[in-house]
């Protein structure tokens, strides 16, 4: 089983939009949290992500991936296969 991916986002935000559509895209599952309606998720989202306030920010469990950048190279190199299949660093 994969770990959960989560991904905190706010309305207006074009990269949330492109995570959000290359998780699709994979038919990956994913958790949508949006911070700018839930301020305790906001706090939630910086400390996870030490202290990082743009979004998205992804998570695959514990593992901080970073935002639509992050995920799209990890995308096209690998790596996230490798992390959804319990593996890597």
């Not at 905190?8 to 958790?31: D, G, I, Q, S």
């Not at 989202?45 to 950048?69: E, N, Y």
Request: glycine content about 8%; hydrophobic content about 40%; some cysteine.
């Amino acid at each position: 089983m994969s770990p959960p991916i989560q991904v905190y986002t706010t309305a207006v935000c074009p990269y949330c939009v492109a995570a959000k559509n290359l998780l699709k895209a994979r038919n990956l599952a994913f958790v949508e949290t949006r911070v700018d309606t839930d301020p305790g998720a906001r706090e939630t989202m910086l400390a996870r992500s030490q202290g990082r306030r743009t979004v998205p920010q992804i998570f695959i469990g514990d593992r901080h991936v970073g935002g639509f950048d992050d995920l799209a190279a990890a995308d096209r190199d690998g790596r996230l296969a490798s992390w959804l299949a319990g593996e890597g660093a």
